[in-house]
């Protein structure tokens, strides 16, 4: 059975830092594209930003870019989101995904695989 589960998500205030980490069982995620995902109450889910499946190639974005940052540990099958500075309008659910192809997509339906969440919450 495949799992993608998220953690590292809480309260943190504005211009704090978050890592969430996200670990895979039942597949092998260096043979995948990862993405990170994320959705505000109310909102819809929007790309945040996504790493290739040789890890060789980022993709951010514009919100985020220069404050979030995308890696993976292939020999702990997990991937990461590390997130500095963050704002109040980073607040939401924050999913991780897999893809089964070479490079990582900004739409939410070219991945195969979710995770279920993780939510951070970021105080003015």
């Known amino acids: 059975q495949v799992q993608l589960v998220e953690s590292g998500g809480g309260l943190v205030q504005a211009g704090g830092s978050l890592r969430l980490s996200c670990a895979a069982s039942?597949?092998?995620?260096?043979?995948?594209?990862m993405g990170w995902f994320r959705q505000g109450s109310g909102k819809e889910i929007e790309f945040v930003a996504g790493m290739s499946r040789s890890g060789g190639s980022t993709d951010y974005a514009d919100s985020v870019k220069g404050r979030f940052t995308i890696s993976r540990d292939n020999a702990k099958n997990t991937v990461y989101l590390q997130m500095n500075s963050l704002k109040p309008e980073d607040t939401a659910v924050y999913h991780c995904a897999a893809r089964a192809a070479s490079y990582s997509s900004t739409y939410d339906r070219q991945y195969h695989y979710w995770g279920q969440g993780t939510q951070v919450t970021v105080s003015s």
């Open positions: 039942g597949l092998t995620l260096s043979s995948y594209a």
